[in-house]
């Protein structure tokens, strides 16, 4: 991608385009490894022992480790990018995560599994906000949403390649451990990259470098933030409930598969080509319409009428099933413009502690996503496609409450401090 601004001279110029590279590779050797275990759940835990029951169980039990790694992973890595810079939390996280999952092919216990789910979690959780971060503060306030939704576009595009790579080998011990090697090789290509600019100017002239107090004291702030957090949360439930669970919501439409370690694989595939699509679809609306909100707003209501139709269609046969999944993964790809969101709403002294946190808060979710599925299903007996229908009525509610409570941001002006 070739991104251009006048005012800087041929060499910077190269610099950005790098680090614009940079951070797309990085959020794709991240979403590969953050979605891996979702592609190779069945696989590993039968080969772990796991029976057929115990499956979703367990699986869910090791999704919550991860999930919770992101959440203390995102607070550490945002607040040290802040004090210490945006390629600290490059470097410490990504070396992090990639030796995790390099370990993690040589396992034998869910106990060691658990483990290393954690410290990959921790690891994953500062890839994404240090790198769109970077970008953000390096471009101009006319580019950036571009970038940002090339970056994610890209990105989200390694859980395709993830689900290729799984199909070929047909081993999870393999494909962990080729997600820690591309892990490693990424650090190379971080050594070209330089600190921002935006940040260096202010790094000496502040002392509220990464204080999450400034976000707690201030009542229209810690607002802010929160609706910035909920506001993808919607992502995720169709990411958590329809593609990684999809073995157990097809075996509850009553579709006939021939494996059901594929299922997931497949629908991981659907539901991120449509994310693909989508991310870097909406980041060119939100340019086009000059509005960050218009354009998530849009997608959020196309993603309601999506559901209706998956319920409605996706339960006729297999292919149906799986195409409904990439509409709905195509109306949720509004990541990109959440990022840009919560990047541009924060001064740069806290701007990586909250481009961290944030998306690490929405993975999180999964958390309490997991436990009113498990709630509604196990406590109320309900069945799994009423527990996924209520869970989604809460997650897109409190998503469009949200909307209404945050301002627009495109167009801001980044430089400056809380």
Known sequence: MQVENPSTDLKQQKTINLIVLVAALGYFVD?????????????????????????????????????????????????????????????????????????????????????????????????????????????????????????????????????????????WRLCYLIGGIMGFALLI???????SGMYLNVKNKTSNLGNFSILLKDKQKLIKYISIIVLAIPIWYVVQLYAKYAPELADAMGLKYPDKKQVAVYAILAVYSGLTVGDVTCGLLSNYFKSRKKAILLYISLLIVSILLFWTLGRLNLFMFYLMIFILGLT??????FMSIATESFGINIRSTVSNTAPNFVRGSVIAINMLYVSFKSNAQLSTQLSNIIVGII??????????????????DLDYVE
Request: some cysteine; hydrophobic content about 50%; charged content about 15%.
């Open 332 to 337: 949720i790809g509004y990541w990109a413009v």
């Open 189 to 195: 290509l971080r050594i070209s990259i330089y600190e």
């Open 31 to 171: 979403i590969f490894d953050l979605l891996l275990f979702g592609m190779v759940r069945v696989s590993s835990l039968r080969d772990l022992g796991v029976s057929d029951a115990q499956l979703e169980s367990i699986g869910l039990r090791l999704d919550n480790w991860q999930m919770f790694g992101m959440l203390v992973g995102g607070i550490f890595w945002g607040i040290l990018g802040d004090k210490r810079g945006r390629l600290s939390v490059l470097f410490g996280s990504i070396l992090t995560y990639s030796i995790a999952n390099t370990l993690n092919s040589y396992i034998h216990t869910i106990p060691q599994y658990e483990v290393l789910r954690f410290i990959a979690g921790f690891g994953l959780a500062g890839e994404l906000g240090a790198g769109v971060t970077l970008v953000n503060e390096s471009l101009s306030k006319e580019r950036r949403g571009i970038a940002t939704a090339f970056v994610a576009g890209f990105g989200v595009f390694g859980a395709v390649f993830g689900c290729v790579i799984v199909l070929w080998l047909k081993d």
């Open 395 to 412: 997650c897109i509610s409190i998503a469009l409450y949200a909307w209404t409570k945050l301002d627009e941001t495109y167009g801001k």
